[in-house]
C-alpha cells in the first residue's frame, strides 16, 4: 500500500525525528534513563543564559554533543532517502534532528527546523564555521565573539524561515511520511495535520503510537525505520 501511494504521489514530503537518529546510535533526548536529558538539565546547560554566564559548562556539554555525532554516521535510511530525492520519488525533508545526517548522506533539499550541530557560528560578528572548531576546542571566533553552535538554544525563539518554507511544504504535498516521531514537540508536529488538511494522504512510521495516529492513512508500529526504508526501496526498485 505504502509502495503504491509513494509510486502515485507527485510530491512527497518526508518529516523525520529522534527515531532515525536513534538507529545510527545517537542517544535521544527524551528516553528514560538514557536520554540526554535525563543526565543534564537542558534548561541550565543548553540555553543563551548558560552561554552568558556558565561558558565553560555550555562549551564543554556541546563539545560532547558535536563529538557524539562525530562517532556516528547516517545509516542506510538516509541514504535510501537520499536516492529517493534524487529520482525524483520525494521532494523535501522536514527534520526536527540537528545531527546534519540528511545533507551528510547527499539529501539537498531540507529544512532543519532546529539547526544543526555540523555548524558553529560566531555570537558576535555571525562568522560561520565547522564544527572541527569545538572538536579542537577552539570556542572563540577570531574576533574574539563566543563561538556556538547552530541550533537553537533553550530561551531563543524558533527560525522563521525554515519553519515558513516547512509549511508550504507540507500545504504543498500529496503524500506526507512521519519517519522516527512521538510528534510530541510544538509547533513542529502541526506539519503533518497541515498537510492532512490540504489533502495529503498520511503515513506515520514510529516505533510507539502517537497522539495522531487516528489522522493517519497507513500506521507502521514495532519496525525500525531503517528497516521499513530498506524494504520499500528493495519493492520500489526491484
Same mark, same amino acid.
Request: glycine share 8%; net charge negative.
Given at each position: ?12 514530503v ?14 535521544d533526548?527524551?528516553?528514560?534513563q ?6 543534564k ?21 556541546? *563539545?560532547?554533543? $558535536? ?6 554516521? /547516517?545509516? #542506510?535510511?538516509?541514504?535510501?532517502? +537520499? ?64 563561538? *556556538?553552535?547552530? $541550533? ?6 524558533? /527560525?522563521? #524561515?525554515?519553519?515558513?518554507?516547512a +509549511? ?71
Open positions: 500500500m505504502l509502495e503504491k501511494l509513494l509510486k502515485e504521489s507527485t510530491y512527497t518526508i518529516y523525520t525525528g529522534a527515531g532515525m537518529s536513534t538507529e545510527s546510535g545517537l542517544p533526548f527524551r528516553s528514560s538514557t536520554g540526554l536529558w535525563e543526565q538539565d537542558p534548561a541550565q546547560v543548553a540555553s543563551t543564559e548558560a552561554l552568558n554566564r556558565d561558558v565553560e559548562t555550555f562549551f564543554q556539554f556541546y *563539545r560532547e554533543r $558535536v563529538l557524539g555525532v562525530k562517532d556516528c554516521e /547516517p545509516h #542506510e535510511g538516509y541514504q535510501i532517502l +537520499a536516492k529517493w530525492e534524487k529520482e525524483g520519488l520525494i521532494q523535501s525533508i522536514i527534520t526536527q534532528n540537528v545531527d546534519g545526517f540528511h545533507a551528510e548522506a547527499g539529501s539537498k533539499n531540507i529544512m532543519e527546523l532546529h539547526g544543526t550541530l555540523q555548524k558553529v557560528h560566531c555570537q558576535t560578528c555571525k562568522k560561520e564555521y565547522g564544527s572541527e572548531m569545538y572538536e579542537q576546542e577552539h570556542f572563540y571566533c577570531e574576533c574574539g565573539g563566543k563561538l *556556538r553552535p547552530s $541550533v537553537i538554544l533553550f530561551g531563543e525563539s524558533l /527560525p522563521e #524561515e525554515p519553519f515558513m518554507k +509549511a508550504e511544504e507540507s500545504e504543498k504535498a500529496d503524500l506526507f511520511i512521519v519517519i522516527g516521531s512521538s510528534l510530541t514537540v510544538t509547533p513542529a508536529n502541526q506539519f503533518p495535520l497541515i498537510a492532512k488538511e490540504c489533502g495529503a494522504k498520511l503515513v506515520i512510521i514510529n516505533l510507539e503510537p502517537t497522539h495522531f495516529d487516528h489522522h493517519a492513512d497507513i500506521v507502521i508500529h514495532d519496525q525500525k525505520a531503517g528497516q521499513v526504508l530498506k524494504e520499500l526501496d528493495e519493492e520500489i526498485f526491484k
